[in-house]
């Protein structure tokens, strides 16, 4: 088991350009998030998927989108990066029943300039 | 309102020292409460978990114990390590499919 898999694991871009981050986990998990760690904020929620075919916003979801596209894969895009959005980001999923621990992936580092 | 409050970094101890790291919650109910650790360049990963009052979540010699009175769940562990430097954060479940962190506490365990 892989876990969950987070693709780049680094990334610089110029203010304007857009990318989106990829998210795959391999446990059968129904929920999946994506959430941004910066200095002294700890983890804050940008979108979430309950399960399949269904997402919602989290704490911090201006300037991104997400798409579920399947069980497994859940990406998060930035239409137009801004130097806000410099920030290290952390993609999870749980199972979503009565378990509620999130498995983590091991993070992309985005620099945005 | 949702928050979980934990105390400012870093903590700095000595090998074999003694850990407390303090976290408060607000909550309506019981939620469940974690501790996850992340270690440097990796994701956070469950370090222990209580999913119900006067529950005591324990690994790797730390433990917690989910304290209704005092809206608490603190961190200890008995004997740091070196293995042991990394930042911990508390979380509670909010209900739903969404978790709250605290903002994390950076550890230190110098040899």
């Known amino acids: 088991n892989a876990g969950v898999t987070q693709t780049p694991k680094f990334q610089v871009l110029k203010t304007g350009q857009s990318m989106t981050l990829q998210c795959a986990q391999d446990m059968n998990h129904n929920s999946m998030y994506w959430y941004r760690q910066d200095p002294g904020m700890g983890l804050r929620l940008i979108y979430y998927?309950?399960?399949?075919?269904?997402?919602d916003k989290g704490e911090v979801p201006n300037g991104y989108n997400v798409s579920r596209l399947n069980k497994r894969e859940f990406s998060l895009r930035l239409e137009s990066a801004a130097p806000s959005q410099t920030s290290v980001y952390f993609c999870a999923s749980s199972d979503g029943g009565h378990s509620y621990e999130q498995y983590f992936g091991p993070g992309t580092r985005l620099t945005v300039t | 309102g949702n928050s979980v409050t934990q105390m400012e970094g870093p903590v700095t101890l000595s090998e074999e020292a003694f850990l407390t790291i303090n976290c408060t919650y607000t909550?309506?109910?019981?939620?469940?409460l974690f501790w996850y650790v992340q270690y440097p360049g990796e994701g956070l990963q469950l370090l222990l978990k209580a999913t119900k009052a006067d529950d005591k979540g324990s690994n790797k010699g730390f433990e917690a114990t989910y304290r209704k009175e005092t809206t608490s769940f603190h961190l200890e562990k008995g004997s740091v390590q070196v293995s042991d430097s990394a930042v911990y954060f508390c979380a509670r479940h909010t209900g739903g499919f969404k978790t709250i962190f605290g903002a994390g506490t950076r550890l230190f365990v110098k040899a």
């Open positions: 998927s309950a399960s399949e075919g269904t997402t």
């Open positions: 909550a309506t109910g019981y939620p469940s």
